[in-house]
């Protein structure tokens, strides 16, 4: 009875829903972190090349997992990340670092080769690479830069030089505006970052949904088609349509002395079928109103009906419109 009584109590069951709300909240927490289905591997590269966490990895160009963790090593760079636990990764797996936008987004391209399974689940160094090194870089423009023209150079820079003490009011002007941009620059860093961050989660979205901007792009040029082959047959029932009409046009105006005395007649004729109809819709009423009295003058005895039995027809009344037999 203690025990229950203590568990009604409100402490009591406070705890408890904070208790279970905290094993609810690490469940949720496990869930969304924990890679099931999923294989765990580490790929050494040179250097990150822009390669951020959450990008994609991919195999053959289809997306199998994602870069979990980017970590320093001592002169290289480990960048750990899920794959698909039916992928095998064989023992000379390669990896490398490709630029999928202009507009800086990546992804880790995995490719599996080799019996056996992968040592460790580590690609080495040597079997990695990045869109571009440095070195590469310096080395390549080593070359260019031992064929400039130092006397030319130095000859372009005192020319500069005169033309800017030749102007001190409007460079000073310029280093001005540069410093007061500069400054602005400075002082919305964390616009600028927060824009940064938009536009790579923009452009994320359209990598994301690059299959159904592509069929959206099939159906509008459907679209586009269907209305251009409407157009034209619009444009054609247009052009027959004018035509008929110079064609009626030109008809009409050379039958227009034909058609003029005919019409009249034709005016004059249903007047005077209006007339006629008029005249005999007037003596089938008279007609009727005549044989009502005559019948009921006769009766029904053996009179008129005896003697002339054909004579007077019960029913000619019906004849008039405004009567009506049952």
């Known amino acids: 009875m203690k025990a229950a009584s203590r568990l009604r109590e409100p402490r009591t069951v406070g705890l408890l829903g904070v208790v279970a709300v905290v094993v609810g909240a690490l469940v949720v927490v496990f869930l969304s972190t924990a890679s099931l289905g999923k294989n765990h591997a580490t790929a050494i590269i040179e250097h990150t090349a822009g390669l951020r966490v959450g990008e994609e990895v991919q195999v053959s160009g289809v997306g199998v997992g994602e870069v979990t ?29 490709k630029v999928a936008t202009l507009l800086g987004t990546h992804y880790l391209e995995i490719s599996p080769s080799g019996s056996g399974t992968l040592a460790d689940d580590t690609i080495p160094l040597d079997r990695t690479d990045v869109p ?48 007061a941009l500069s400054s602005v620059a400075v ?7 927060a824009l940064l961050d938009a536009s790579a989660a923009f452009t994320g979205m359209l990598v994301d949904q690059q299959d159904e901007i592509l069929v959206l792009l ?33 008809l009409l105006a050379d039958t227009a002395d034909d058609l003029d005395p005919l019409m009249t007649n034709l005016t004059e004729s249903l007047d005077h079928l209006y007339e006629v109809r008029d005249s005999i819709t007037s003596t089938v009423t008279s007609l009727s109103t005549m044989t009502v009295y005559l019948a009921n003058a006769s009766g029904n005895g053996p009179w008129i009906d005896l003697h002339v039995p054909s004579a007077i027809p019960d029913n000619l009344f019906c004849l008039s419109p405004s009567r009506e037999c049952s």
Request: glycine share 6%.
């Open 69 to 97: 963790a980017i970590r320093l090593t001592k002169d290289a760079v480990a960048v750990e990340f899920t794959i698909d636990a039916d992928v095998d990764l064989g023992s000379t797996t390669s990896a490398s670092v």
């Open 132 to 179: 571009y090194n440095l070195q590469d870089v310096i080395d390549g423009t080593q070359e260019q830069l031992s064929e400039l023209d130092e006397d030319g150079l130095a000859e372009a820079m005192t020319v500069v030089a005169d033309v800017l003490g030749r102007t001190p009011e409007e460079a000073q002007a310029a280093f001005a505006g540069v410093e």
């Open 187 to 193: 002082q919305r860093t964390d616009e600028l970052a």
């Open 218 to 250: 099939d159906q509008s040029a459907l679209v586009l088609e269907a209305l251009t082959s409407r157009q034209t047959a619009i444009d054609a029932l247009l052009v027959d349509a004018q035509s008929l009409a110079d064609q009626v046009t030109g």
